[in-house]
């Protein structure tokens, strides 16, 4: 069974930087791709980023320069540094790892920007 433990979000002003963390249970991590997603209220849920196990990551062209995906097999962790947040940024986010046989998410985090 694979759980994932999401931290980081909360309250930002504009222009403001959050790091995103989500640690997956198991010894499989690397063997899998990771993606962030995010749901405002009264949209639909979108990919933000991902990266695949060797490192090779996409971006929505929302964040594009302003968000940045990693991840450290090492501590079973995907990282997600959120710099210059705009209020149209304000989701919850979710942590998914996905690939073969294999799509869990996370419990969602909430990220909110506002003065």
């Known amino acids: 069974q694979v759980r994932l433990v999401e931290s980081g979000g909360g309250l930002v002003q504009p222009g403001g930087s959050l790091r995103l963390s989500c640690v997956v249970s198991?010894?499989?991590?690397?063997?899998?791709?990771m993606g962030w997603y995010r749901q405002a209220q009264g949209k639909q849920r979108e990919l933000v980023a991902d990266?695949?196990?060797?490192?090779?990551?996409n971006y929505a062209d929302s964040v594009k320069g302003r968000f940045t995906i990693s991840r450290d097999n090492a501590k079973n962790t995907v990282y997600m540094q959120m710099n210059s947040l705009k209020p149209e940024d304000a989701a919850v986010y979710y942590c998914?790892?996905?690939?073969?046989?294999?799509?869990?998410w996370g419990q969602g985090t909430q990220v909110t920007v506002s003065s």
């Open positions: 998914n790892i996905q690939g073969i046989g294999l799509n869990a």
């Open positions: 198991g010894s499989i991590f690397r063997m899998y791709s």
């Open positions: 990266i695949a196990n060797g490192g090779t990551t």
